[in-house]
């Protein structure tokens, strides 16, 4: 781990400013990904801004029938919360999906939005890779595929989205709250946060260099049947394959988002008006100008099994 500086705050402001006056810097919340990155010399942030202590951990109702989420809220408490586990249950289905108990202890919500990728090529420093190395090149796309995406991917990058928890607030149509140094603030949809790789699959997020996220907000309830499937190599403590987080309602009607095959949790609200008609027709959809390698072209099909398990589910 290369030599860095520390430096604790006590209030959002306070974090956004120091990132604000400090280059290099990078926030510690849980740490659990970012130390881990640093350790491997992937990260090497000059400063960081250790933002345990600035609040941020609470979830409260909103006026309008919705829950905001603090960003440093622990995944095992979001997760464990009555009003996520009785009003968004896929939510919590899908927190619990993800990592270990000691990991969903110290990770934070806006760390786990904010995870990277783990792509092997990324992880690998011997390896090219545009997202470590800008302009490097992709060792994935010639390379070993069969976990990494085919979809919204690039020439530069084939790399996924790891997270469980950001494919559920995208069905659940969430958005986070970010606040800059000079006090500005601002509202994103994930859609909006998530950047697509193209050319610069360095660049991940649309966050500013000293932009925090201050909170998730998930709108007034849906109802309806709430079914997080997750495909993964072993049983616990893998990321997903292919994942399908769905929200269905009685008269077929529903909302799905698809992780482990996009740079980014995967919804096309327009296919969802395909789902009366079965998983075959909205897979085709969803999946439009999908780009697979020989190696991962079985995800096509993985994910239109794992629909209609989740279909069959939610009938049952």
């Known amino acids: 781990m290369k030599t860095f500086t520390y430096e604790r705050v006590h209030t959002p402001a306070e974090a956004a400013a120091a990132a604000a006056r400090t280059p290099g810097a990078k ?11 640093m350790k491997l010399e992937i990260e090497a942030p000059q400063h960081i801004i250790d933002i345990g202590k600035i609040g941020l ?3 409260e109702s909103t006026p309008v029938g919705g829950l905001r989420i603090g960003a440093l809220v622990s995944n095992t408490d979001l997760a464990a919360h009555p009003i996520v586990r009785r009003d968004y249950g896929l939510l919590a289905r899908a ?20 995870q990277r990728t783990r792509c092997p090529y990324f992880y690998d420093t011997n390896q090219l890779c545009n997202k470590r190395v800008p302009g490097s090149g992709c060792a994935a796309i010639a390379g070993f595929s069969r976990q990494l995406g085919i979809i919204g991917t690039s ?3 084939i790399a996924t989205y790891p997270g469980d928890m950001a494919v559920a607030m995208r069905a659940l149509d969430a958005t986070v709250e970010t606040v800059k140094a000079n006090g500005a603030k601002r509202t994103l949809s994930l859609d909006q946060l998530y950047r697509l790789p193209g050319q610069t ?10 932009e925090l996220i201050t909170s998730v907000v998930l709108p007034p309830p849906v109802g309806g ?16 394959l292919v994942s399908v987080g769905a929200i269905l309602q009685k008269d077929g009607t529903g909302r ?7 740079p980014r949790p995967w919804r096309i609200e327009s296919a969802e008006s395909l789902l009366p008609s079965g998983a075959k027709a909205f897979t085709a959809q969803l999946l439009k100008g999908a780009r697979p390698t020989k190696e991962n072209e079985y995800k096509v099909a993985l994910v239109q099994r794992t629909l209609a398990a989740v279909l069959n589910e939610a009938n049952h």
């Open 201 to 210: 699959p360095h660049q991940e997020t649309t966050l500013e260099k000293n």
């Open 225 to 240: 049947v709430h079914i997080y499937h997750k495909v993964r190599d072993r049983s616990s403590y893998a990321f997903a």
């Open 95 to 114: 927190v619990l999906a993800g990592a270990s108990g000691q990991l969903r202890n110290k990770a934070s919500t806006a760390g786990n939005l904010l």
């Open 256 to 262: 799905v988002a698809v992780g482990g095959i996009a």
């Open 27 to 37: 926030f510690l919340a849980g740490g659990t990904n970012l130390l881990d990155l």
């Open 57 to 59: 951990n609470t979830i």
């Open 155 to 157: 020439n530069s990058c």
